[in-house]
């Protein structure tokens, strides 16, 4: 089984930039096989990787995720292709809708119809990268633009037909659509007892196309740490679950949440967001179970770890993306080389 790790955060603003580097570089050297750099309104994805792609050699560097509303979808395929010419071929292209707080609230765009605005995306971008003209009638974009002087322009880098596209995506029809049309599945709130939810549609995605899941990449995984202490592991995970279901989205529209719920949360689910949302956020931390903190990360002992482990790569998982622990980068990269130790040896 394949490992990643994150870059900074969605709301990641480089204040410790060079020892994040330092972190890249070690598990570069460690066998990582990617590193996935994300954005909300801190840093954006792009410039971390470009700057990482000088200072590593092996690691596949991807956007994890790159919003589609901040870009139309010629500069995302032109943007895709200068990364994997600095990268030598290591750029992988992650993409998602984000929500509505930032796609209307920062980007000043609609968020209706985010999943035929994704496809449209994807489809564009398979023309651009296979070096054709770029002539797109859809519902959301139209290329050239009616009525002026433009005309159907091919993009002048080298084609890349086989750039690597992943999608991180939560909803039945999105994930039909990521296994109709994706290289790779990133994956959220998962739960592999309940590995059943996402990649049922996965399947039923790829399928439609001649192709099977085991034609995607599926990654998913979790925070990672070993300790007897597991009382403290699960306290010290709880607020990120309860910001998770309560906090990512508004009161209506929380796409973290309803994967939760159908993964047979409903009840603790709702009761946290509720709590969150009133204000009540030491409530809502508390009222997160235990189980669901257990069940989406790898922590506790090591057998509980290696079992997480087991799990995680029997449901389906080909790429396990982890999280380290430690207040200080030294001890996360301590920590990634434990992580990565016991999966070896496990």
Not at 13 to 26: F, H, P, R, S
Not at 227 to 245: C, G, N, Q, W, Y
Not at 277 to 287: I, L, M, T
Request: hydrophobic share 40%; with cysteine; glycine share 10%.
């Amino acid at each position: 089984m394949k490992t990643a790790i994150s870059i900074g955060s969605a709301y990641y603003n480089g204040e410790d930039w060079d020892q994040l580097v330092e972190y890249t570089k070690a598990a570069d050297r460690l066998g990582v096989s990617q590193a996935w750099s994300a954005e909300a309104w801190g840093m954006d994805a792009i410039v971390p990787l470009a700057y990482l792609a000088g200072q590593t050699e092996n690691i596949h560097l991807g956007t994890g995720i790159l919003q589609i509303s901040s870009r139309v979808p010629s500069m995302i395929a032109m943007t895709a292709q200068s990364l994997d010419t600095v990268s030598n071929g290591r750029f992988i292209l992650g993409l998602g809708v984000s929500g509505p707080q930032v796609v209307e609230g920062l980007h000043g765009a609609a968020f209706a119809k985010p999943l035929s605005r994704l496809r449209e995306v994807v489809e564009i971008l398979h023309i651009g990268l296979k070096g054709e003209k770029l002539a797109y009638d859809g519902d959301h974009y139209l290329l050239p633009r009616p009525g002026g002087e433009g005309k159907a322009i091919r993009l002048s880098q080298p084609p890349r037909p086989d750039l690597p596209i992943y999608l991180a995506t939560l909803g039945p029809k999105s994930l039909q659509m990521t296994g109709e049309l994706a290289d790779g599945w990133l994956g959220t709130c998962y739960l592999p007892e309940h590995a059943n939810v996402f990649l049922d549609d996965i399947k039923a995605g790829a399928s439609k196309t001649g192709r099977s899941i085991g034609d995607l990449d599926i990654q998913a995984g979790g925070y990672f740490e070993v300790s007897e202490d597991v009382e403290r592991l699960i306290a010290e995970r709880k607020p990120a679950m309860a910001f998770t279901l309560g906090a990512m989205g508004s009161a209506k529209t929380n796409f973290y949440n309803d994967a939760f719920c159908r993964a047979g949360f409903e009840d603790p689910a709702k009761e946290v967001q509720g709590l969150w949302v009133s204000g009540k956020r030491d409530d809502a931390v508390k009222a997160v179970p235990d189980e669901m903190v257990l069940m989406a990360n790898l922590i506790g002992t090591e057998d509980m770890v290696k079992e997480r482990l087991k799990a995680f790569e029997d449901s389906g998982v080909n790429t396990l993306r982890l999280g380290t622990g430690g207040t200080t980068w030294a001890e996360r990269t301590a920590a990634l080389e434990e992580a990565m130790d016991l999966i070896k040896s496990a």
